[in-house]
Nanobody, 125 residues
Framework: EVQLQASGGGLVQAGGSLRLSCAASGFTSDNYDIGWFRQAPGKEREFVAA????????TYADAVKGRFRISRDNDKNTIYLHMNSLKPKDTALYYC??????????????????WGQGTQVTVSS
């Protein structure tokens, strides 16, 4: 069974950095894409970034482009979201999700079939 677990959240001051992890199991990673989403209190869940499991192809929401980066740890079945120059508006519960690879990466959360538990990121001003 496909299982995902997001971790690495925490409290950081504006301008700081955090690295979130998404550990996956139960599937052949090469056949899946990973999406990162976030949800702030009172707001809809929004797309952050997506990548092939190898992180060879990535895409980012305009709000985080240039500040966030997805990478892969080749020694672990884990994909990372590196978050730099964090802003208070980045404060949210972050989720990783997975889907069977399609024609292209997608920002549509409805296209992702598997979800991990969120990890909280709080950026203080």
């Amino acid at each position: 069974e496909v299982q995902l677990q997001a971790s690495g959240g925490g409290l950081v001051q504006a301008g700081g950095s955090l690295r979130l992890s998404c550990a996956a199991s139960g599937f052949t990673s090469d056949n899946y894409d990973i999406g990162w989403f976030r949800q702030a209190p009172g707001k809809e869940r929004e797309f952050v970034a997506a990548a092939t499991w190898s992180a060879g192809i990535t895409t980012y929401a305009d709000a985080v482009k240039g500040r966030f980066r997805i990478s892969r740890d080749n020694d672990k079945n884990t994909i990372y979201l590196h978050m730099n120059s964090l802003k208070p508006k980045d404060t949210a519960l972050y989720y990783c999700a997975a889907r069977r690879s399609g024609v292209a990466l997608t920002s549509r959360e409805s296209r992702y079939d598997y979800w991990g538990q969120g990890t909280q990121v709080t950026v203080s001003s």
